[in-house]
């Protein structure tokens, strides 16, 4: 697939089919994620692929998020109830990669450079999911950044999750988009 059609055409699929996607697939998605640009070549990025009760882990940890965040006048039921709703979540995809930067420790590398390899990682699996067929979603949150969730998935010092892609054959029809042409937003200095 061409690189500027991809890039164009790729669009957030919020419904996958619950098909299982071929391991090889999605290790071709995590290899892309490493070869994002990084400074200083610290490779910040951490994952998790979670696939059929490995899903849990996350369901656990939308749980947990929103019982600490819930309403202390909840009875039990409706706590019990909640967190049911918040760890299906978990199961929209038959595949969810949770994504986390680990800033390093070297001085000359500022801690928003370490994110932005990060973020490139997403962008470099989003792409190739698509390349393959896939349709995929980056999805984040408030509860992606919470010490619940944190917790779950045992970040520790300056770790923090950048969001959790879910992988599967699109069940929708991609949406249309439309962007800014880059003339308004684009300032060109020559001198």
């Not at 164009?8 to 994002?36: C, N, Y």
């Not at 202390?72 to 994504?99: D, N, Y």
């Amino acid at each position: 697939m061409d690189m500027k059609e991809a890039i164009r055409h790729r669009r957030s699929i919020g419904k996958v089919k619950q098909d299982p996607v071929d391991k090889s697939l999605i290790e071709e998605i995590l290899e892309a994620g490493t070869w994002a640009p990084n400074h200083c070549h610290t490779e910040p990025w951490r994952f998790w692929v979670m696939t059929g009760e490995g899903r849990r882990l996350l369901g656990q940890g939308y749980a947990e998020v929103a019982a600490a965040e819930a309403d202390p006048t909840l009875s039990e039921e409706e706590l019990s109830k909640l967190k049911s709703v918040q760890k299906k979540k978990a199961f929209r995809a038959p595949v969810v990669i949770a994504v986390a930067v680990t800033p390093s420790v070297k001085p000359v590398v500022p801690e928003i450079e370490e994110y932005a390899a990060a973020h490139a990682a997403v962008q470099n699996m989003l792409l190739t999911a698509y390349a393959l067929g896939l349709g995929t979603i980056w999805r984040t949150g408030a509860p992606t950044y919470h010490p619940k969730m944190r917790e779950a998935f045992s970040l520790v010092g300056k770790e923090e999750l950048v969001g959790f892609i879910y992988i599967g054959y699109p069940d929708m029809e991609p949406p249309k988009a439309a962007r800014v042409p880059f003339a308004q937003k684009t300032t060109w200095v020559s001198e």
